[in-house]
C-alpha cells in the first residue's frame, strides 16, 4: 500500500514542488524519481513472492480507485520508474541552458506519476482517468517549445490522434463494464463471446492510436517536435507503450478474432514503419518510426497469443530506444539539428556516445547476447507457433529485417563523415544514457527467472528460431551498412519518406478536423487570424495541393512498380475515399461554424423577436407532449 | 405542537429570512460592512441549522413545503455558493453607492431559491419564481448604465411572460386534482390534456429560471449587463434553485404522459445551441453565459430521469454542487482579468496560481475526470442511460467535445506570452480567497464524492 502510494505521490509530489518553488528543479526531479524507483523496486520485490498488492480508495460509490500491483503491473512500473529515473538524469544535462526548466520537470514528472497511475490502475475507470492525463501531459510536453516554428502544430495532431483513437478505449471500457456489473479490470476479463470480440476490437482502436499503429503512425513522427528526453521517455517507454501495454493485460479475455486482428495491424506496422525508418532523413524520425515498428512486432506477439513475449520485447525495447534516443540528443546538442545529412560523422566526434549508440542498435537488431535477441526470438517463436502463422511469421521477419537495416544505416551516418570539435563534456547526459546502454546490453539475462516470477512458460526456442533471427538481423544490418536507402528501396523510397501517404489516410480524418478546430476558433481570435486564416488557410490550401500531388506522385510509383494492373479501379476507389472524406469533414465544419454564427444570429438583442421565438419554443413543446403520448 | 415542529424544521429558512430583514435595516444605516458581517453570519447559521436536518423527509405547513433530501442538500449547496457570491459582490461594488441593498437582495433572492427548493406545492413555486425574479432584475439594473438598464427590462418582461403562462397552466392541474399540492398530481392519471398544460406552464416558469433553450434569451445580455459578481451569482444560484424545483415537481408526476420525452429534446437543444452559440462568443462574460446555458442541458438529463433511475436526483445535487463551485470560480477569476477574451491574453503566465485554478475550473467544466465536474456529469450520463434515454447521453458525450473547443479557447491564450498588464485590483484579497474555496471544493470533492448522496 505504501509502496504504491510512493510510486504513484512521489513523482506527483516532486512536480507539483518543482512547479510551485521554481527553483533548483533538477534535483527535485531526481528526488522524486529515486523516490518513485524506490517505490516500484519495493513494489517488485513485495509482489515477487506470489501475492499482490492491492489497494482500494473511495471515489464514487460502488466506484472506488483500484490500484494492483501484480507481477505484470509491478514489472511495468519498475520499468517506467528505471528509464524515467535515467531521462530525467540525462534531461538535467539537456535542459541546463532552458529558461523554462520548472515547467519542464514539473510536466515530466506528473507525466510519470498518471503513467504509473496507469500501469497500476485495477480498474477502468482509474485507467481511464490515467489515460487522459497523459494524453494531455504528451501535449504540453511535444508543445514545450511552443514559440517554434510548427511545435504547437504537431502537439495538436498528437493530441486529436490519440483523442480519437480514446474513444475506442471508452466504449469497450463501458462495454466491459456493462456486461461484467463491475468496473474492475481483472473481474471483467471473464467476458466472452460476442462482446468479448467487440470489446478487443475497441480496445485494438484504443492502442493504434497510443501505440501509433498504422494508419494511425503519423503523429509519431511529428512528435519529435518536442525536446528530446520527452521523446526519450514519453515516445519509446511510455506513453507509446500505453496500447501495447492495454492489450497485454486483457490478452486474456481475447477471442480468436480480435487476436489475428491484433496481429495483422501489429504486423503491417512493423512492415511499413520499418520502412519509413529506412527512408527517414532524420535521426529521430528515424527513431520513431523504429519505435512504431517493434510496437507492431509487440502487437504480433499478442496476436500470436504469446503475451509475455511482448512483455519482454516492450522491456528491452523500453531501455535499448531510450538508450538510442539520449544518444540521439546528445548529437543533436553538438550538431544543433537531428537531420541525417547534418549528423555525418557526428559518432566520430563522440566516441564514447556512438558505442553506446551502436551497442543499443545492435541489441535492437537482434544480435546475442543482447537484449532484444531474446525477445524478438520469443516473438519469432510465437510467429512460428501461432494457428496463423502464415500470416504473422513473414510480417515478423520482414519487420526484423527492417529493424536491422535502418539500425544499420543510422550507424553508418554517424560513423562515416567528418568529425568536429565536441563542444563539451556531457557528464550527465553521459551517466543517464550510460545505464540504459547497460540495461539494454543485460536484461536478456532477467529474462528467465521474471518468465517464472509472471507464471509464463516460454517454449525452449530451439535452434531454428534463434537461427533465423540471427540471420534476419545479420542481413538486415548488412544490408543497411551496404545500400543506400534509394538502392534498396527503389521506387517505395518517396512514398515511404512521405508517411506513406496512402497508407496513412488516416490523416484525412484526423488532422483536417484538427484545422477545422482552428478554423472554428480563428472567427474571433486576432492570434488565430494571423496565423491560421492568413498563414493556415493559405498554407493549409497549398499542403493540400501537395498533398494530393504527392498521393498522385506515390501511386505513379506503385504503378511502375506494382504494374498498370488494376490502376483504373485504385484511383476511383483513392478518389472516392479521399473526396467524399474530405467533403463530409469540410462540410461538417462548415455546417458548424454556419450553425455557430446562426445562433449568435438569433440572438438578434430585439425583444419581441426573441419572445415570437419562445412563444414558438413552447409551440412545439406543446406540440411534442401532444405527440409522444402515441408513442407510449 | 404541530406550528412548533413546523417551524423548527424551518430554522434555516427563518434565520436566513431574519438576516435578510436586519441586512435592510443596517443598509438604512449605510453601514455596508455591517450588512455583509450580517449576511454572512445568517448564511453560515443557515447551514448550521440545515446539517443535523439531512437526513430528515417531512413536510410542514400542509404538505406545501418539504424538507427533504433534495431541500437539505439545496441549502448545503445554495448557502456556501451565495456566501462566496456576497464576497465577490464586495471585492466588485466595494465602497460604490447602494452596496448594502445588493447584498440584501442577494439574501433575499437565495430566500426565494430555498422556496423553489422545497416547493411542495403550485403557489410555492409561484412565490419562489417571484421572489428570485424581483429581486435579480433590480439586481442586474443596479449600474443604471443602458447596457444593464436595458438587459434589466428585457429580463422583466421575459419573466412577465413566462411567469402569467406558467400561473396560467397551473389553474390547470389545481382543476384537475382539486389541490394545489404537487402530491396529488399522481390524480392526473388519464387526464392527458389537463396534464400537458400543467406541463407546460411548469416548463415555461422553470425553463426561464433555469435558462433552457428557447427561454434563455434574457441570459447573455442580463450577466453581460450586470456586474460580473451579479452574473456570477444568477448563473449558479437560481439556474440550481430551478432544477431543484424541476425536482420536486415531476418526481411526483406519472412517467407515461410523454415529458421526459419533451424535456430530453429540449436538453439535447439547449446544451448543443449554448455551446455551438460560445464557441463564436468574443466577450468573456457572454462565453460563460452561454456555456452555462449549455450547462443547464446537463442538470436536464438528471429530471428526464427522475423517477426511473436511482442516479436522477443525486445527479442534479451532484452537479449543481460542482457547477456552482466550478461557475463561481470562473467568475471569480473573469473578475480579476478583464471582461474580454483578449483579457486573458498571458494571463496564466502573469498570474501562475489564478491561471491553474482557472484552467481546474475549464476541465471541470468540461468534465475531465476526476475533477467534481465530471463526477456531476458521470452521474446525469448514467441517470439518462439507466431511463432509457442511451441517445441524450450520446448527445452529452458528443458536446463534451464541442466543450472542450469552446473551453480551449480560454485555456491556450493564457499561456501565451503577452504583453498585457494584469494588475490587481482593488478587493483581490476577497476574490482569490473565493478562488482558493472554489477550486478546493472543485478539486477535491471529486475525489471525495463518497461523502455525496448517492443512489
Redesign the interface.
Same mark, same amino acid.
Given at each position: 500500500m505504501i509502496w504504491l502510494a510512493l510510486t504513484i505521490l512521489a513523482p506527483l509530489g516532486a512536480g507539483l514542488t518543482a512547479l510551485a518553488l521554481r527553483r533548483a528543479p533538477e534535483a527535485i526531479a531526481l528526488i522524486g524519481a529515486a523516490l518513485g524507483l524506490a517505490g516500484a523496486i519495493a513494489l517488485f520485490a513485495g509482489v515477487a513472492g506470489g501475492t499482490d498488492i492491492t489497494a482500494s480508495l473511495?471515489? @464514487?460509490?460502488d466506484l472506488p480507485i483500484r490500484l494492483v500491483a501484480s507481477p505484470l503491473t509491478a514489472t511495468l512500473a519498475l520499468v517506467v520508474a528505471t528509464v524515467a529515473a535515467m531521462v530525467l538524469t540525462y534531461a538535467a544535462g539537456y535542459m541546463a541552458q532552458d529558461p523554462e526548466r520548472p515547467r519542464f520537470f514539473g510536466t515530466m514528472l506528473m507525466f510519470v506519476a498518471a503513467m504509473q497511475l496507469l500501469v497500476l490502475s485495477g480498474d477502468w475507470?482509474t485507467l %481511464? =482517468?490515467a489515460w487522459?492525463m497523459i494524453g494531455f501531459a504528451s501535449y504540453l510536453l511535444i508543445g514545450f517549445w511552443?514559440?517554434r516554428n510548427g511545435v504547437p502544430g504537431a502537439a495538436m495532431r498528437a493530441f486529436l490522434y490519440t483523442r480519437t483513437a480514446d474513444l475506442g478505449l471508452y466504449l469497450a471500457a463501458f462495454l466491459l463494464i456493462g456486461i461484467a456489473g463491475t468496473s474492475e479490470i481483472s473481474a471483467t476479463l471473464a467476458t466472452t463471446g460476442t462482446p468479448a470480440l467487440i470489446a478487443g476490437l475497441l480496445l485494438l482502436f484504443a492502442a493504434m492510436g497510443k501505440s501509433a499503429q498504422v494508419p494511425m503512425q503519423d503523429w509519431l513522427m511529428r512528435a519529435m517536435a518536442g525536446p528530446t528526453p520527452v521523446s526519450a521517455l514519453l515516445h519509446s517507454a511510455t506513453l507509446v507503450a500505453a496500447g501495447a501495454i492495454l492489450l497485454i493485460r486483457t490478452a486474456p479475455m481475447l477471442p480468436g478474432g480480435a487476436l489475428l486482428a491484433i496481429g495483422i495491424v501489429g504486423g503491417a506496422t512493423a512492415v511499413i514503419a520499418g520502412l519509413m525508418a529506412l527512408a527517414a532523413t532524420d535521426l529521430k524520425r528515424l527513431l520513431a518510426a523504429s519505435t512504431a515498428s517493434q510496437y507492431g512486432l509487440m502487437l504480433i506477439a499478442v496476436g500470436a497469443g504469446v503475451p509475455i513475449a511482448a512483455l519482454l520485447h516492450l522491456i528491452a525495447h523500453a531501455a535499448i530506444k531510450s538508450a538510442l534516443f539520449l544518444g540521439a540528443g546528445v548529437f543533436q546538442h553538438d550538431r544543433e539539428s537531428t537531420d541525417l545529412d547534418t549528423l555525418a560523422g557526428a559518432g566520430r566526434t563522440r566516441p564514447g556516445i556512438f558505442a553506446g549508440f551502436a551497442v543499443a542498435a545492435l541489441a535492437l537488431a537482434g544480435l546475442p547476447p543482447l537484449a532484444a535477441f531474446y525477445s524478438k526470438d520469443a516473438i519469432l517463436a510465437a510467429a512460428l507457433d501461432s494457428p496463423s502463422a502464415a500470416w504473422l511469421l513473414p510480417l515478423a521477419l520482414a519487420g526484423s529485417v527492417l529493424t536491422g537495416a535502418y539500425m544499420g544505416r543510422a550507424l553508418k551516418v554517424l560513423w562515416s563523415g567528418t568529425p568536429e570539435k565536441p563542444h563539451d563534456p556531457v557528464p550527465l547526459m553521459a551517466v543517464g544514457m550510460g545505464v540504459l546502454v547497460a540495461l539494454a546490453a543485460t536484461l536478456g539475462l532477467v529474462f528467465k527467472p521474471l518468465e517464472a516470477m509472471l507464471g509464463a512458460h516460454l517454449a525452449e526456442p530451439g535452434w531454428i528460431v534463434p537461427a533465423m533471427g540471427l540471420a534476419v538481423g545479420l542481413a538486415g544490418l548488412a544490408l543497411g551498412w551496404l545500400l543506400a536507402p534509394a538502392r534498396l528501396l527503389g521506387p517505395l523510397l518517396a512514398p515511404a519518406r512521405n508517411g506513406f501517404p496512402l497508407a496513412g489516410g488516416m490523416d484525412a480524418l484526423v488532422v483536417r478536423p484538427t484545422l477545422a !478546430?482552428a478554423r @472554428?476558433?480563428d +472567427? !474571433?481570435? #486576432?492570434?488565430i487570424i494571423r496565423r491560421v486564416v492568413l498563414g493556415g488557410i493559405v498554407a493549409g490550401t497549398q499542403a493540400l495541393s501537395r498533398r494530393i500531388e504527392r498521393a498522385e506522385d506515390s501511386l505513379l510509383a506503385l504503378l511502375n512498380a506494382v504494374g498498370r494492373l488494376n490502376l483504373s479501379l485504385g484511383l476511383a476507389s483513392l478518389r472516392f475515399d479521399r473526396d467524399t472524406i474530405d467533403r463530409a469533414i469540410f462540410g461538417l465544419v462548415d455546417r458548424? *461554424?454556419a %450553425?455557430?454564427?446562426r #445562433? +449568435?444570429r438569433l440572438?438578434s438583442?430585439l *425583444?419581441h423577436r426573441?419572445?415570437a @421565438?419562445?412563444v414558438?419554443? *413552447?409551440a @412545439? &413543446?406543446?406540440g &411534442? !407532449? %401532444?405527440? =409522444?403520448?402515441f408513442?407510449? | 405542537m404541530e406550528m412548533g415542529r413546523d417551524l423548527a424544521l424551518l430554522a434555516p429558512e427563518l434565520t436566513l429570512a431574519a438576516a435578510a430583514m436586519l441586512m435592510i435595516v443596517a443598509e438604512m444605516f449605510r453601514a455596508a460592512r455591517l450588512v455583509l458581517a450580517i449576511g454572512l453570519a445568517g448564511l453560515a447559521a443557515a447551514t448550521i441549522l440545515t446539517l443535523p436536518m439531512l437526513s430528515v423527509d417531512a413536510t410542514v405547513f400542509g404538505g406545501t413545503y418539504r424538507i427533504d433530501l433534495i431541500s437539505g442538500w439545496a441549502k448545503l449547496i445554495l448557502l456556501p455558493g451565495t456566501a462566496l457570491s456576497l464576497l465577490l459582490v464586495r471585492a466588485e461594488i466595494a465602497g460604490r453607492p447602494r452596496e448594502g441593498s445588493v447584498q440584501s437582495l442577494v439574501v433575499l433572492v437565495t430566500l426565494g431559491a430555498l422556496m423553489l427548493s422545497g416547493a411542495g406545492d403550485m403557489m410555492v413555486v409561484v412565490i419562489g419564481v417571484v421572489m428570485t425574479g424581483l429581486g435579480s432584475f433590480a439586481l442586474v439594473a443596479w449600474p443604471r448604465d443602458d447596457a444593464a438598464t436595458e438587459a434589466a427590462m428585457k429580463y422583466l418582461v421575459f419573466g412577465a411572460v413566462t411567469g402569467s403562462v406558467m400561473i396560467y397552466g397551473l389553474t390547470f392541474w389545481f382543476g384537475g386534482t382539486g389541490s394545489t399540492l404537487f402530491s396529488e398530481l399522481g390524480q392526473l392519471q388519464g387526464q392527458t390534456l389537463v396534464t400537458i398544460a400543467g406541463l407546460i406552464a411548469i416548463i415555461v416558469g422553470l425553463g426561464y429560471k433555469g435558462s433552457l433553450v428557447p427561454f434563455h434569451f434574457w441570459a447573455p445580455d442580463a450577466y453581460q449587463g450586470a456586474p460580473v459578481s451579479i452574473a456570477a451569482y444568477l448563473s449558479v444560484i437560481t439556474k440550481a434553485a430551478a432544477f431543484f424545483a424541476f425536482a420536486q415537481v415531476l418526481r411526483d408526476l406519472p412517467r407515461d404522459g410523454g415529458w421526459p420525452l419533451a424535456l430530453a429534446v429540449i436538453a439535447a437543444a439547449t446544451m448543443t445551441y449554448g455551446y455551438l452559440a460560445a464557441l463564436v462568443q468574443t466577450n468573456l462574460v457572454r462565453l460563460i453565459a452561454y456555456s452555462s446555458v449549455a450547462q443547464s442541458g446537463y442538470f436536464l438529463m438528471g429530471v428526464v430521469a427522475l423517477g426511473a433511475s436511482g442516479f436522477a436526483v443525486p445527479g442534479i445535487l451532484v452537479f449543481a454542487a460542482a457547477y456552482v463551485a466550478m461557475n463561481l470560480g470562473a467568475f471569480a477569476v473573469v473578475l480579476l482579468a478583464g471582461r474580454d477574451l483578449g483579457d486573458l491574453e498571458g494571463f496564466g503566465r502573469t498570474r501562475p496560481w489564478l491561471g491553474a485554478a482557472m484552467v481546474v475550473f475549464l476541465l471541470s467544466l468540461t468534465g475531465i475526470p476526476p475533477l467534481f465536474g465530471f463526477v456531476g456529469k458521470f452521474y446525469l450520463l448514467s441517470a439518462a442511460v439507466e431511463a432509457g434515454y442511451l441517445w441524450l447521453a450520446i448527445i452529452g458525450v458528443l458536446n463534451s467535445v464541442l466543450a472542450l473547443g469552446v473551453y480551449l479557447r480560454l485555456m491556450v491564450p493564457m499561456y501565451r506570452t503577452s504583453s498585457t498588464e494584469h494588475p490587481s485590483e482593488v478587493g483581490a484579497v476577497l476574490t482569490q480567497g473565493t478562488v482558493v474555496v472554489t477550486v478546493l471544493a472543485t478539486l477535491l470533492i471529486g475525489l471525495a464524492a463518497g461523502i455525496l448522496p448517492g443512489p
Open positions: 473511495p471515489f @464514487l460509490p475507470i %481511464l =482517468a487522459e511552443h514559440g !478546430l @472554428l476558433c +472567427r !474571433l481570435d #486576432a492570434w458548424t *461554424i %450553425l455557430g454564427t #445562433a +449568435r440572438q438583442g *425583444i426573441e419572445m @421565438l419562445t414558438a419554443g *413552447i @412545439l &413543446v406543446t &411534442v !407532449l %401532444l405527440a =409522444a403520448p408513442y407510449f | -
